[in-house]
């Protein structure tokens, strides 16, 4: 069945004040058989913004862009990979044209780097019924229009800290929104949204710390395979594929 962008696009926009999540409320919507293909979630603030692995995402109330798009995925189950890395190509996209100021890149798996730094994170929960990918809910949260940020989070940033402009709310939701549902309505071919991941993947031919159980270790990041494996090459030469969630990856 062919796919009608336009009507995608034109799927309601529902603005909160406050909410526990965006992508909690967005799956309370699927779970009612009230979702449709393109109803985007925005809040101004969250109260227990999710993050990957269990992990809670904070936001200044007003300042950041939190967001949950709901799509059904053009992709196979086999290649839910290729899904989030289409997802975060299309907001790579974006942020990259806003300001030359900006060098954005991709953390594995989906974090939104720039200029070295943390700006926000995707969280993409799937829902599977029976053997059917229904549905896609795609979270993010970007810090936009903070010109600080807590002391704590050294590795973290926001687009105003970013260029010294200040964004407007609306019409980056607009570009993002407009540019995850295009290119996940109408997919590239594999070969070409992974070759955009890899050249634009974070740390790509450096050497970068990892850990695990309190071990620690460096590795050079070389790229990531169309299911999902960051390959590295260790120190001693020996090439491995690590799984998202396997090794923690270590700032500084």
Same mark, same amino acid.
């Given at each position: ?74 992709? %196979? =189950?086999? @290649?839910?990979?290729? !899904?989030? $890395? ?11 044209? /806003? ?100 050249? %634009? =993947?974070? @740390?790509?031919?450096? !050497?970068? $710390? ?11 990041? /070389? ?30």
């Amino acid at each position: 069945m062919p796919v009608n962008l336009q009507a995608i696009l034109d799927a309601p926009i529902i603005q909160l004040d406050t909410i526990d999540s965006t992508n909690n409320y967005a799956m309370r919507l699927v779970d009612a058989d009230t979702a449709q293909e393109g109803l985007t979630i925005v809040a101004a603030s969250q109260t227990q913004g999710k993050g990957q692995r269990g992990h809670t995402w904070a936001d200044n109330p007003g300042e950041s862009l939190l967001m949950s798009l709901i799509i059904r995925p053009q992709h %196979s =189950l086999e @290649r839910q990979f290729m !899904f989030s $890395a289409t997802v975060a190509v299309a907001i790579a996209n974006v942020l990259q044209k /806003l300001d030359e100021r900006c060098d954005v890149q991709i953390k594995w798996p989906n974090d939104i780097i720039i200029n070295d730094k943390k700006a926000g994170g995707i969280l993409i929960e799937n829902i599977i019924r029976g053997s059917s990918w229904t549905y896609a809910v795609v979270g993010l949260g970007l810090n936009v229009n903070q010109p600080l940020l807590p002391a704590e989070l050294p590795y973290a940033t926001s687009l105003h800290q970013a260029t010294g402009r200040r964004f407007d709310m609306d019409e980056l939701l607009s570009q993002l929104r407009q540019e995850i549902i295009t290119l996940t309505a109408h997919p590239q071919a594999d070969e070409d949204i992974l070759a955009q991941y890899n050249d %634009s =993947l974070f @740390r790509k031919g450096s !050497f970068q $710390a990892f850990g695990k159980d309190g071990d620690r270790w460096k590795a050079e990041i /070389l790229s990531v395979t169309p299911d999902g494996k960051l390959q590295v090459r260790l120190e001693d030469g020996t090439g491995i594929g690590y799984v998202h969630g396997s090794v923690e990856w270590i700032w500084g």
